[in-house]
């Protein structure tokens, strides 16, 4: 196998490219210019150098414990629980929120073989157990696992005294209630709210 | 910027990828293990090392002349002449090809200042000096810029007693005639032909 191909092959696993766009793609680094093929490639072969799981948070992060967890200003009775780093950047991302995160990097997927040890529920336990969290806010995501995933922490910290909440579900801004699948619709039902 | 966020911004720049997907893609790298990253960063780093354009046919190869060029088996009087390599691997892939090719890596195309001259018609011309060329396939897209290319290279090599064919058009195999746009069906009606 020549260096383009095993270039495409490896392209191939990158998720959402099959091996059309890893074909147009291998072709479009050939013509790029080789300061740029350098830096890219650099970048990836070191990636994992540079960067860490946040041994607070899980977020990831050049120092350890994070920008978001060393930051003092945040609120710190508040804790957001998110399946991914991702979801920590868009929750930032709205600048709504200004408490602290913790990222589980999953969901109870038994299917999957992820369960609670998996996912490290014990850190988060321990994390709440000096009692300054006042607030968990639980945003995983509103599917099967991300529900099962919220049960089950509800029962795991039920007992602390500490207030368990999780994200609304509802109609997306600018979604169309033509469009929207009946359990969407049936959760915006009712949650409903008064005008303000 | 971060390591994490300079990495972002150049695969933005590859092809296909807005930022939502080279966000995707970097926290999948993240995810990935360090040889896979080593390896991908390796081969993007030194792609242009190992791959050259072959001196005779344009295709990318990393022995210059290409395999296909040195390939004494191929039919040396029939010259397929295609806009991109990816149109050639394609060709190579139907396996019903047997003779050479002449990549030009472009089109003519006033508006993006891709002339004649850029194309490096007069490479194609002199390669066609020696008369071993008996017919020259013109496999470029049936897009307004292709069709400009076809009757420029036509008119450049008409006095030169070489056949000049160029790709059938009209209805893809699988394809509904319902939405099929009005040129497609006007060629394919013009160019019909009889059953076999």
């Not at 336990?125 to 995933?149: C, K």
Request: a neutral charge; hydrophobic letters at 40%.
């Amino acid at each position: 196998m020549g260096p383009l191909d095993s270039l495409i092959a490896n392209l191939s696993r990158l998720p959402g490219l099959g091996k059309k766009s890893a074909v147009r793609m291998a072709f479009h680094l050939l013509k790029a210019d080789s300061a740029y093929l350098t830096e890219l490639g650099r970048q990836i072969a070191t990636l994992k150098d540079h960067i860490v799981r946040c041994s607070v948070c899980g977020n990831y992060t050049e120092i350890d414990p994070c920008e978001i967890c060393s930051d003092v200003r945040r609120d710190q009775t508040l804790l957001c629980v998110v399946e991914q780093v991702q979801d920590l950047m868009n929750l930032e991302a709205t600048a709504e929120y200004r408490g602290l995160y913790h990222v589980l990097h999953g969901v109870i997927a038994p299917l999957d073989g992820v369960g609670p040890a998996e996912l490290g529920l014990g850190r988060l336990e321990r994390r709440l157990s000096d009692g300054s969290v006042r607030e968990v806010i639980l945003a995983t995501n509103p599917t099967l696992e991300g529900d099962t995933t919220v049960l089950y922490i509800h029962r795991l910290l039920g007992a602390k005294g500490i207030k368990i909440t999780r994200l609304a579900s509802g109609l997306p801004v600018g979604g169309d209630l033509e469009y929207a699948d009946r359990l969407t619709i049936a959760r915006a039902l009712k949650a409903r709210a008064g005008i303000e």
